[in-house]
């Protein structure tokens, strides 16, 4: 990675991975205490449209490179070889555009079949169960034909995985679906009346929280990015009832932070595998130690979202924040 690579980066993104929140925010700018130093009112402003910030504190200001170089109290070097070490998904989409715009094609979008796929999930300790949540994706990248699972988005981009390839097709956004719609997307949340939703970060969680879940029957959201946190906020304002499954990590913690702060009756059930950086690695090692049974009685105390958690909701409550067992 380059410098003109990392300044390209969302900085916004660079700052959620070091554990920084805003304090205030809008389309155009957002304000942060001051990374360097301890204060109590943000004077670290953050300008969106330019991707450049400015320490009113201290009078200095610049791009990534001069954030992190102040950041780490590093070299260039150094910082360059940090960024190269981290998984900024805002990095991965333009790489993904500039390597795919101008010579993919979308060949085909179907129903799962391809058997290399399948074992692909199987490996993931995911079963058909999932098939109807995702599709395969055929494509074409220069002169080479591939093939990944692709999972849908509300903007009609898919995140791509196979065993070697991981990355985005089209437009980034979150996904929306309802369990009671065989995976369909959700584009006209406002005019339906579901009360629970699950929220992830990555499509693999979601997947594994339908692969062990018995009866939950609201809506899941996906962000597909730490980037995406604002947008998911906003579709968060149409739902009292919030079960979070975020990652174990860094950013997924401040992730959570965030959104509890926003939505203090959100539930998070990050417990249910706090030995694991997320649902999906607590599956697979549930897969790989044979604990199947023990994965079942888990998975009884997931989020229920049916008539009788309705009327038996303040019980369902005390359930769901009581899970501390292990991921």
């Known amino acids: 990675m380059n410098c003109n690579q990392f300044n390209s980066i969302s900085l916004e993104e660079v700052l959620l991975s070091l554990g920084h929140l805003p304090t205030k925010q809008n389309e155009k700018e957002a304000w942060y205490l001051n990374p360097f130093a301890s ?4 004077s670290f402003k953050l300008d969106k449209r330019i991707n450049a910030w400015y320490l009113h504190s201290e ?4 791009n990534n490179t001069d954030f992190m170089k102040k950041y780490l109290n590093t070299s260039v070097n150094e910082v360059l070889d940090w960024a190269a070490k981290q998984n900024f998904s805002s990095f ?6 500039k390597k795919l715009e101008p010579n993919y094609k979308i060949d085909e979008i179907l129903d799962l079949q391809n058997l290399n796929l399948k074992q692909y999930l199987k490996g993931r300790a995911l079963s058909p169960k999932v098939y109807d949540y995702i599709k395969e994706v055929r494509f074409t990248i220069g002169s080479k034909k591939l093939y990944a699972i692709g999972f849908e988005n509300l903007s009609g981009g898919f995140e791509l995985r196979n065993a070697f390839y991981k990355s985005s097709l089209l437009k980034k956004d979150c996904s929306l679906i309802n369990l009671s719609s065989n995976g369909q997307n959700i584009s006209n949340i406002q005019d339906r009346d579901v009360k629970g939703v699950a929220v992830f970060e990555g499509f693999m969680d979601a997947l594994s929280f339908i692969e062990l ?3 939950f029957a609201g809506d899941i959201l996906v962000m597909n990015s730490i980037a995406l946190l604002n947008k998911s906020l906003e579709h968060l304002k149409n739902y009292p009832d919030i079960h979070l499954f975020l990652d174990n990590d860094t950013a997924g913690i401040k992730c959570r932070s965030e959104i509890i702060r926003s939505f203090p009756e959100a539930k998070d059930h990050s417990g249910i595998y706090s030995n694991h950086k997320d649902l999906n690695e607590f599956l697979i090692h549930r ?4 604990l199947s ?5 888990q998975s009884e105390k997931f989020p229920v979202q049916d008539k009788q958690e309705v009327r038996n909701q303040g019980q369902e409550i005390k359930r769901s924040n009581g899970f501390k067992r292990k991921r």
Not at 59 to 62: D, I, K, Q, T
Not at 92 to 97: E, F, L, T
Not at 287 to 290: A, I, P, T, V
């Open 213 to 215: 879940q018995k009866s």
């Open 92 to 97: 991965h989409q333009q790489q993904q555009i």
């Open 287 to 290: 897969m790989k130690n044979n």
């Open 293 to 297: 049974n023990k994965a079942a009685e």
């Open 39 to 42: 204060e109590s009112q943000a």
């Open 59 to 62: 009078g200095l200001g610049g």
